[in-house]
């Protein structure tokens, strides 16, 4: 790759909006459930399969359903206003979740 396409890429990269929100993971056989906020939408995902991989911080029951029973499904629930992102903190974003958790009857991540 030459210099000027990855200086393109990455001014590209650096110029892309946060993706911000609440997501749910859901495990398909037992119906459970387990929500979470992140500011980091896009690679949610990733980073919970690799904290599963890893024996990282998830939920005991969560890790214990996703090792035996099989795959769990990420939706995203809501999406926060990209002019929003920089002022949240961690604390609105743990708000956020606890609302969303006591909609659906869903655990916390």
Known sequence: MSRDPRKAALATYKERKPE?????????????????????????????????????RLPAALRALWTIEGDAQLEVLDRVEPERVPFL???DYRAMAVDWAGRIGADLL
């Not at 398909?28 to 919970?48: D, K, M, Q, Y």
């Open 89 to 91: 903190k961690a604390a």
């Open 20 to 56: 911000a929100g609440v997501f749910v993971l859901r495990h398909g056989p037992s119906g459970r459930a387990w929500v979470g906020a992140t500011p980091t939408l896009g690679t949610i995902e990733n980073r919970l399969r690799f904290e599963r991989g890893m024996g990282g």
